[in-house]
């Protein structure tokens, strides 16, 4: 294996890694960000806990949806 052989494979390695990395990222902060507006839009319109749980769950289902992306696209680019 030559030298540039062994360097594309490390940076292949490295963007696996690092498009597996965002995964510890994006499942959290899309439920985050669904709670944050459910628990504002309740506060603004009063309707406790409704949209705190509606927005909550879009969040989760937001989270999951991003999750089955980056896995896919994981496989698609295994060598």
Known sequence: MTDREERERKAAQ?????????VG????SSIGVGIAIGYFLDRW????????MLFALLGIAAGFVNLFRVVSKFDSNDD
């Open 14 to 22: 490295y963007r696996k890694l690092s498009l597996l990395s965002t």
């Open 25 to 28: 990222l994006m499942f959290p």
């Open 45 to 52: 319109i009063g309707t406790q806990p409704w949209l705190l």
